[in-house]
């Protein structure tokens, strides 16, 4: 089981662009939700999909948004990007409610804005 | 609103001293509990999880941790530290289910001296 796989590890982007971060989640798992994690703070969450919707929303502006694909996987987009962006996203991955309570993490990507 | 305190952002111990890290959340209704490890440049591994079974809840690498309702606590221990315990560790909460949106602390950072 490859667990939950994000992409790209690491991005660099000037402010202003946009950018696509994306989200496999791992094998059985429907859910995917988005953290931020500035540095040396905990992570934050952004919003969370299901059944290709979202579901729950944090407080982040709409500037970000996001989708999921029919396979589960899914994709963070922020718009106008600022400084105050850099930070590690992380995607997480929950089961169904009936097979257990918890969320896998994947590794991050490290976005760096300049 | 609701939120979990980690008391102390660093925590130093001796190999072989026993690891205590502290964690207490605000709400009167008993939620789901986590604990989760980040090692540098990584993202989040589950050590454990309190979801209204036991109070005292067995996790990987010999940690543990016991859910204190009269004290709105969940504090994470270990008889004994070993260097490679040494990373950031998060108490994270859920109100809803146990995979739905997580409440982060701001994380302990875990140091083990020689």
């Known amino acids: 089981d490859a667990g939950v796989t994000q992409s790209p590890t690491h991005l660099i982007k000037t402010r202003g662009q946009q950018v696509t971060l994306r989200c496999s989640p791992k094998?059985?798992?429907?859910?995917v939700s988005w953290y931020q994690q500035a540095l040396g703070q905990g992570p934050q969450f952004i919003f969370q999909y299901y059944e290709e919707e979202e579901r729950q929303r944090g407080n982040f502006p709409d500037r970000f948004s996001g989708h999921q694909f029919p396979n589960y996987s899914s994709e963070l987009n922020v718009n106008a990007l600022l400084l105050g962006d850099s930070a590690l996203y992380l995607c997480?991955?929950?089961?169904?409610?009936?097979?257990?309570?918890?969320?896998?993490f994947g590794q991050g990507t490290r976005l760096t804005v300049v | 609103a609701q939120s979990v305190t980690q008391l102390g952002s660093h925590v130093s111990v001796s190999e072989g001293a026993l690891v205590l890290l502290r964690c207490n959340y605000s709400s009167s209704v008993p939620p789901y509990l986590f604990w989760y490890v980040q090692y540098p440049n990584q993202g989040l591994q589950l050590l454990l999880k309190y979801t209204s079974a036991a109070t005292l809840v067995k996790g990987i690498n010999g940690f543990e941790a016991e859910f204190k309702k009269s004290e709105t606590s969940f504090h994470l221990t270990k008889p004994s530290a070993h260097m490679s315990d040494a990373a950031e560790y998060f108490c994270a909460v859920s109100w809803d289910f146990g995979n739905e949106k997580l409440t982060f602390g701001t994380g302990t950072r875990l140091t083990i001296i020689p």
């Open positions: 094998s059985g798992h429907d859910t």
């Open positions: 997480a991955s929950s089961p169904p409610l009936w097979v257990g309570a918890e969320a896998f």
